[in-house]
T-cell receptor
Framework: DAGVTQSPTHLIKTRGQQVTLRCSPK?????VSWYQQALGQGPQFIFQ???????QRGNFPDRFSGHQFPNYSSELNVNALLLGDSALYLC????????????FGQGTRLTVV | AQSVTQLGSHVSVSEGALVLLRCNYS??????LFWYVQYPNQGLQLLLK??????LVKGINGFEAEFKKSETSFHLTKPSAHMSDAAEYFC??????????FGTGTRLQVFP
């Protein structure tokens, strides 16, 4: 079982650019959630995807968007990058998406310069 | 709305000493509570969780936590610290979904 895998592991982008991060859930899981973890902070919920639809969203601007594919993998897109978007982006997968255990990937470290 | 407060951003203990990491929560519904550990440059690993039932929860690596509704607390303990326990620890609460609300974390240092 490969667990939750994220790519890439590290990324450097310039302010104003767009970025796409990818996540493959743990085998058998159908729900993917994305979190942003700024340096020295706890993870903050961005949004959750279930059955290829955004089921709930945290307090993040529309520059943050996502997608879930039929195989349950997911992408996080961020447009018009700001320096403040620099963070570790964590993907978590779960089964059913209702108060079940979430398994986290290793994260993608995004640096905006 | 749900929220989590972790008291103490840094905790230092000697190897073999008791570990106590504090977590208080606020929830408008019966909470599910979690403790996660994060090693440098890694994701989060679940240590233990409370959903319903027994209020004393045992997790991996010798950690346990007790849910105290009257105190709205879910403190994490380990009787004897090991050098390998040095990491960042996060307490989290979920409501009626599995969206997790995390605290700001406590960095545990273990000295020989």
């Amino acid at each position: 079982d490969a667990g939750v895998t994220q790519s890439p592991t590290h990324l450097i982008k310039t302010r104003g650019q767009q970025v796409t991060l990818r996540c493959s859930p743990k085998s058998g899981h159908d729900t993917v959630s994305w979190y942003q973890q700024a340096l020295g902070q706890g993870p903050q919920f961005i949004f959750q995807y279930y059955e290829e639809e955004e089921r709930q969203r945290g307090n993040f601007p529309d520059r943050f968007s996502g997608h879930q594919f039929p195989n349950y993998s997911s992408e996080l897109n961020v447009n018009a990058l700001l320096l403040g978007d620099s963070a570790l982006y964590l993907c978590a997968s779960s089964l059913g998406g209702l108060r079940t255990e979430a398994f986290f990937g290793q994260g993608t470290r995004l640096t905006v310069v | 709305a749900q929220s989590v407060t972790q008291l103490g951003s840094h905790v230092s203990v000697s190897e073999g000493a008791l570990v106590l990491l504090r977590c208080n929560y606020s929830s408008s519904v019966p909470p599910y509570l979690f403790w996660y550990v994060q090693y440098p440059n890694q994701g989060l690993q679940l240590l233990l969780k409370y959903t319903t039932g027994a209020t004393l929860v045992k997790g991996i690596n010798g950690f346990e936590a007790e849910f105290k509704k009257s105190e709205t607390s879910f403190h994490l303990t380990k009787p004897s610290a090991h050098m390998s326990d040095a990491a960042e620890y996060f307490c989290a609460v979920s409501d009626n979904t599995d969206k997790l609300i995390f605290g700001t974390g406590t960095r545990l240092q273990v000295f020989p």
